[in-house]
């Protein structure tokens, strides 16, 4: 996209601005990124929450929530997540665009405003965060945890990614005691810590006057000491010394197999678009060899799907089976993975691959909110890669180069989750 506008507002922080004139509205992020650590993730994630719950200017949700109704009811979203071995912690404003607003008031500044007094101008009192929305925050952070061990397929893979990346950030989770122990003194010096030196970009998508908002966040800034700016990094394991096996009991009625692979490509490698439509054919659409042939032709399992982290260069395959049929899903999974790396696939297959990844692709670019999301995970590409681009990339792989990151693919880790009485 050769009109995308990018501009550094001081160390470690830039400002890009994606114009586009397909949306009413525009979202304006604020993202910050750090390296994952145990002693950080936990106190990291809860402040996108505390800071979108209340701010100085407006010391309470219900504040906040009538401020944004004024601003023609824009809203504000929070989000932490994991960019491979990276920690990115997200706020969003998204506002009504100016030409649909009375007399064109500048809603959308307005919006960035108060996103700006969230981030910068937190509810803070002798250096503490609210007691009362920290405890509120830490309960619905545990709950939010314990929800994901009811929840045995994404418990699963996310075992299975633990054990895999042990000696790696990747593998680092948050858990119940860590947030439990939360201290209010230690989120306020996480707080500080994130405007000092975490790597950050700001990301506008959208219709607006772009120059205004840079300023507002530039000021802001000139108030804050920039220093020892992170420089994220992901590290990509390439050899493995040996196939790790792990099986948990647990009460479950279905067992879940996660077995996970190094594809020794990820960004900014040139063939992560290949890896990508290699993963879709392997087992990442309702035509794709897994769900052909290990669910639906073979019977071996009740679902068998695969998703590739192109940040971290790890693809993993899940699948729940029966006890009986657990290895026999390992042994066809591994065919058919052969298959793709001798080739065995048609023209047609590789076809309607594309096709389903570049329609996917098209729904991004009709949304505005996953829009947005779309550049946040691309903030440390060199090119900012529209999905207009990605689409004309996607197509442009042959089936040569599809083979060719196929036999790079490596089993690194089996793990299982299965019944108490089993085994």
Known sequence: MNNIITKKICDGVNFTYIPSNKFKTTVVSFSAFSNLNKEDISKNSIIPCLLTNSC?????????????????????????????????????????????????ENNILETSKLLCEMIFNPNIVDEKFDEVSLNQEKRQLIENIQAELNDKRLYARKKCEEIMCKNEKY?????????????????????????????????????????????????????????????????????????????????????????????????????????KVMNALLGGTPQSKLFLNVREKKSL?????????????????????????????????LNQIQE?????????????????????IQKIDDDLGALGSWYVSRAFDENKQSPIDAIEKINSISREKVIEVARKLSLDTIYTLSGKDEI
């Open 56 to 104: 100085k200017k407006y010391p309470s949700f219900l504040k906040i929530s009538t401020k944004l109704e004024e601003l023609y009811g824009s809203s504000v979203s929070k989000n932490s997540g994991k960019l491979g071995d990276v920690q990115v912690l997200t706020i969003s404003a998204e506002s009504l665009n100016n030409e649909f607003t009375q007399n064109s």
């Open 340 to 360: 793709i790396k001798l080739g065995n696939f048609s023209d047609k297959d590789l076809l309607e691959t594309k096709l389903f990844i570049t329609q996917s």
């Open 171 to 275: 593998g680092i989770n948050e858990s119940v005691e860590t947030v439990q122990n939360l201290k209010n003194e230690d989120i306020f010096e996480a707080w500080k810590n994130i405007l000092k030196s975490s790597h950050i970009e700001i990301i506008i998508v959208g219709n607006c006057e772009y120059n205004l908002i840079f300023d507002e966040f530039k000021n802001n800034f000139s108030n804050i000491e920039r220093s020892n700016i992170e420089k994220c990094e992901q590290e990509i394991v390439e050899e493995i010394e040996k196939i790790t096996e792990a099986t948990e009991k647990m009460d479950v009625t279905q067992c879940k197999l996660v077995m996970g692979f190094r594809t020794k490509i990820a960004k900014p490698s040139e063939d992560v678009d290949a890896v």
């Open 301 to 333: 399992c009740y679902y068998c799907s695969s998703r590739y982290n192109p940040n971290k260069g790890v693809l993993f395959i899940e699948s729940g089976v029966e006890k009986e049929n657990i290895d026999k899903a390992k042994e066809e999974i």
